[in-house]
Nanobody
Framework: QVQLVESGGDLVQAGGSLRLSCAASENIVSIRTMGWYRQAPGKQRELVAEITRSDSTNYADSVKGRFTISRDNAKNTVYLQMNSLKPEDTAVYYC?????????????WGQGTQVTVSS
């Protein structure tokens, strides 16, 4: 079973920056997407950003122009660079990796890392 280990969450002031990292415990051969979701208290989990096998990216409208997703295939790691942070970005951020397994999609989740943005 693939393990995803996240790091980088912290308390930061509005306008600040953070970089989240998510490392997979093993090489995932047939990646469909790698991405980040977040869940704020009392809200549903939502997609923040994702990057496909072909390096296409997709962002939530609320983070476009502020967040950048990238990955290092050699390190089996995906990153989320977050700039110009706002209090509404406060949430638990979860790493998500989807892989193709015999024609189906297997989804892996990290344990989550807390991002708190103070005003």
């Amino acid at each position: 079973q693939v393990q995803l280990v996240e790091s980088g969450g912290d308390l930061v002031q509005a306008g600040g920056s953070l970089r989240l990292s998510c490392a997979a415990s093993e090489n995932i051969v047939s990646i469909r997407t790698m991405g980040w979701y977040r869940q704020a208290p009392g809200k549903q989990r939502e997609l923040v950003a994702e990057i496909t096998r072909s390096d296409s990216t997709n962002y939530a409208d609320s983070v476009k122009g502020r967040f950048t997703i990238s990955r290092d295939n050699a390190k089996n790691t995906v990153y989320l660079q977050m700039n110009s942070l706002k209090p509404e970005d406060t949430a638990v951020y979860y790493c998500n990796v989807q892989e193709w397994v015999v024609g189906t999609i297997r989804v892996h989740w990290g344990q989550g890392t807390q991002v708190t943005v103070s005003s």
